[in-house]
């Protein structure tokens, strides 16, 4: 765009306001109209176009003194946000750090509760007093009873099978003796046919007749035996409940 004869007389100074700019330009424009009555439209043209302009460049500078100053506002609130954070992550530091300071206050504590408490169970179990040691003689009669019961069943239980035994032992000499009986007998029935076998026979009378004497000695020794186990387990028994009543008596 080329710019017109009246523009290029006015120059106003750039370093003047746009406000003075504007009272320049009317001036300007009342002279120029005064000297050139006939451009009038066109010198009024030029002078409303540079009073529009002025009020451009007066909107543009407040619109960036409007940023400016938002953008200022908006560091201020900025910068206090961040005083503000900085702040308080400074006071939940120093309230972490009590906090553990307690913490660690507290372990120690508990430490020496414990310490305490140990020196404490070991000086009762040194000294018990009457009721812990009624207690522990309460505990040590029940095992002692248990253990006593468990024989007692044990040694029921082997009595069972001692007379178990003894009935197996009992029927064994039965046939034993059903069975000398027997040979007594055929013995006895070689005698009546066979009269020349007399002096066998004769040992044969006398095998039979020491037989039965030596089945009575087995059945003897064996029964011996019975009753020498029947007396030790009773023996056993009774040694446990004189331990047991010695313990007792000698706790109380």
């Known amino acids: 765009m080329a710019t017109s004869p009246a523009l290029a007389v006015f120059s106003a100074p ?4 746009l406000t003075a700019r504007g009272h320049h330009a009317c001036a300007w424009g009342a002279e120029m109209e005064e000297k050139n009555g006939s451009n009038y439209p066109h010198i009024e043209m030029e002078i409303a176009e540079l009073d529009l302009k002025a009020k451009v460049d007066n909107a543009i500078m407040e619109q960036e003194a409007a940023q400016h100053k938002a953008s200022m506002a908006a ?20 309230d972490l750090e009590e906090k553990k300071g307690e913490l660690k206050l507290l372990e120690d504590k508990i430490q020496r509760l414990e310490k305490v408490w ?17 207690k522990v003689l309460e505990k040590q009669l029940h095992s002692l009873i248990e253990q006593l019961t468990a024989k ?19 029927r064994l000499n039965s046939i034993q003796r059903n069975l000398h009986s027997g040979s007594s007998e055929a013995g006895a029935a070689r005698n009546r046919f066979g009269g020349g076998l007399l002096s066998g026979d004769e040992d044969s009378g006398s095998k039979a007749a020491r037989r039965p004497g030596q089945s009575g000695g087995f059945r003897t020794e064996g029964q011996k035996r019975l009753m020498i186990l029947r007396s030790a387990f009773v023996l056993y028994i009774l040694v446990l409940h004189v331990v047991v009543f010695i313990k007792i008596s000698v706790s109380n």
Do not use: C, F, Y
């Open 14 to 17: 750039s370093w003047l306001p």
């Open 118 to 134: 140990s020196s404490v169970e070991e000086e009762s179990l040194k000294n018990p007093s009457p009721a812990q040691r009624e």
């Open 152 to 170: 007692q069943a044990q040694a029921e239980r082997l009595i069972t099978d001692i007379h178990a035994k003894e009935k197996d032992l009992e």
């Open 75 to 94: 560091s201020e609130a900025t910068g206090n946000a961040l005083l503000e954070a900085e702040s308080l992550m400074n006071l939940k530091s120093k």
